[in-house]
């Protein structure tokens, strides 16, 4: 099944209609502002947010915008003992040579084009270690790493180093979770039993109403994507896949303590389309009925032509919510 991650489409270009919009900024207006303060060529705000998964999102909404790695340079020379330069730097050059490979599968990849990639990434491991040694506190650069490190296919022992660094200084950062079950899925060298058991106790070690649960729809959404055919629908509807999303569903994004601020929206969408995936219509409805009609990108965008909005109405609509 062919994927569309990062394959230069204008995500942002589809308007949500009959009550329905597409997230933008997490819908926080200080995001906003430091986005817009980035187009701009400015570094500002960041640093009024704390070193948490409120930062991360907020990052990682910097480092998408083009033009940060021109300027970034002279804030860091403007402020040479700040490891907040540093890290906007690392993670723009992570994302800016994610841009060059594209989210093609590696054989589609041209050599020219992985060896941009390459040389970016090692330039933002550069940077985010520096700042990792300034502020060692920091969950943010090593979550970031997680992702440079999987570009440079650092292999599994240090990406699981990584991700131990992470977790000390966060156990529950959601943006280290997502990003070390890319790791150990199948297509960057894991395997789809690997990556479940992650997502699974990650879940059951967090306590209930966490984000984390988004990892087990995630997972199966993961496994999704890898089959073919008839095989896709088969494997959702499986008796053992619906009752795994339940089960996460039922700690995580339907739990009365279920946590609020970054992520949570995502959260809800990844449960909606797994649960709609999956024929399971009662829970895709409360699924759905969560979001409030917000629609994040991901995981959406892997479906319908990558229009998010249109594949969230669709399937919203196959489950009668």
Same mark, same amino acid.
């Given at each position: ?31 906003? =502002? ?14 009024? =947010? ?11 909404? $910097? ?42 599968? #590696? ?12 040389? =970016? ?32 296919? $650092? ?12 977790? =000390? ?36 070690? #967090? ?34 896949? $619906? ?65 998010? $909005? ?12």
């Amino acid at each position: 099944m062919a994927l569309l991650r990062g394959a230069g489409l204008s995500l942002r270009r589809w308007v949500g209609r009959a009550g329905v919009r597409l997230e933008k900024d997490f819908g926080d207006p200080a995001v906003t =502002r430091v986005r817009e303060a980035a187009e701009a060529g400015v570094r500002d705000g960041l640093a009024a =947010r704390p070193e948490s998964a409120d930062r991360a999102g907020m990052l990682g909404t $910097v480092s998408e915008v083009a033009g940060v790695e021109e300027w970034i340079h002279r804030a860091i020379a403007a402020e040479p003992d700040s490891a907040l330069p540093l890290l906007v730097a690392g993670a723009r050059y992570v994302a800016w040579g994610w841009e060059a490979r594209t989210g093609a599968r #590696a054989q589609q990849v041209s050599r020219a084009q992985f060896e941009v990639f390459h040389e =970016r990434l090692r330039r933002a491991e550069t940077f985010l270690y520096e700042a990792a040694e300034r502020e060692p506190d920091w969950v943010t650069p090593w979550q970031v790493l997680l992702t440079s490190g999987r570009g440079l296919e $650092v292999g599994p022992v240090i990406a699981q180093r990584r991700f131990e660094a992470a977790v =000390r200084r966060d156990p529950f950062h959601l943006r280290s979770h997502q990003q070390h079950l890319q790791q150990v899925c199948r297509k960057w060298g894991g395997s789809h039993e690997a990556m479940h058991a992650f997502a699974r106790a990650s879940m059951l070690k #967090a306590p209930e109403g966490s984000l984390l649960g988004q990892l087990v729809a995630l997972a199966h959404i993961e496994h999704w994507l890898d089959l073919d055919g008839e095989a896709c629908a088969r494997y959702m509807r499986g008796f053992d896949v $619906v009752g795994s999303l339940r089960e996460a569903a039922d700690r995580s994004v339907l739990h009365a303590d279920f946590e609020q601020g970054y992520g949570r929206v995502q959260v809800c969408n990844s449960f909606a389309m797994a649960f709609a995936l999956a024929g399971d219509k009662e829970y895709a409805r409360r699924c759905f009925d969560a979001t409030g009609g917000v629609v994040s990108e991901f995981p959406w965008y892997y479906i319908n032509g990558g229009n998010p $909005v249109g594949a969230y109405r669709n399937y919203r609509s196959s489950v009668g919510a």
